[in-house]
């Protein structure tokens, strides 16, 4: 319903790029009020005050769908972000995704070294950047990450700005990337780590700087967390009867819903 009331309003400010900072903050606005509709507690953690006065670079685990409307929520100042080409195909909504923020074709190494083009020069310009280093969603969110791409950490580095470690450790639970739509009750989270300096560091030192940030994002894990939530259905309590056939007398039962974690 946020989007849809706002809709016309995205198209029209998406089609000129100097309109592009009052669609994001529009954007931030329909991801706070869609998540508040959604009944959602959210739990937010600062370790420390963002840099003042400079861009980061913003690098979070991707576990959901809900990842992007949490971000835009929690993070503040006018964000680009880098998605995946496939965003921008959705129906209503890509068009203005892919004309507002990055999208990238991770198969193709052209689309790759055009997306950190981007990025470097929305670095430059002022403007942070949110990034998803694994590539896509983990296949065990809340449980372990995918491996780390290098472009994020190396990007960082050649820009001179920092990096803010961002771990959401409960977004699959409450709407994972299954097939159709499956939606738990579950409180939300989202810690802001302590932003990481990259000046002085060389491409030499990617490497181990992505293996830092890897860690202290796996870090706010919680155990309980583990796992996609099942889906739910109805189950009765007995086969019916063949026709032509008489059932069989059995004791009254009552029809379960069987739904874990619902």
């Known amino acids: 319903m946020p989007f849809v009331v706002t809709y016309p309003l995205q198209l029209a400010l998406s089609r000129k790029p100097q309109w592009h900072r009052h669609l994001h903050t529009l954007n931030r606005y329909w991801s706070k009020l869609f998540i508040f509709m959604w009944g959602m507690p959210v739990e937010t953690v600062r370790k420390s005050p963002l840099p003042?006065?400079?861009?980061?670079?913003?690098v979070a685990n991707h576990s959901s769908y809900i990842d992007i409307p949490l971000l835009f929520r929690t993070i503040p100042g006018w964000l680009n972000i880098m998605g995946k080409l496939s965003l921008a195909r959705v129906p209503v909504w890509g068009p203005i995704f892919g004309r507002a923020y990055i999208t990238v074709d991770r198969d193709n190494a052209i689309s790759r070294g055009r997306a950190m083009v981007q990025a470097r020069r929305t670095l430059e310009a002022g403007r942070s950047v949110i990034i998803f280093p694994e590539g896509s969603i983990s296949k065990k969110p809340g449980e372990e990450m995918g491996e780390f791409k290098d472009g994020a950490f190396q990007l960082a580095i050649a820009a001179g700005v920092p990096i803010v470690p961002i771990t959401m450790p409960l977004n699959h639970r409450f709407m994972p990337?299954?097939?159709?739509?499956?939606?738990?009750?579950?409180?939300?989270?989202?810690?802001?780590?302590?932003?990481?300096?990259?000046?002085?560091?060389?491409?030499?030192?990617?490497?181990?700087?992505?293996?830092?940030?890897y860690d202290i994002i796996t870090s706010g894990f919680r155990p309980e967390a583990q796992g996609i939530p099942e889906p739910s259905h109805w189950r009765p309590s007995s086969a019916p009867a063949a026709p032509g056939t008489t059932p069989t007398p059995q004791a009254p039962q009552k029809q379960e819903l069987a739904s874990t974690n619902s």
Request: glycine letters at 6%; charged letters at 20%; one cysteine or more.
């Open 52 to 58: 003042a006065g400079q861009p980061c670079l913003y």
């Open 177 to 213: 990337d299954v097939d159709g739509l499956r939606v738990r009750y579950s409180p939300l989270a989202i810690t802001l780590h302590e932003p990481i300096p990259t000046t002085g560091l060389t491409a030499a030192d990617a490497p181990a700087l992505r293996q830092r940030v």
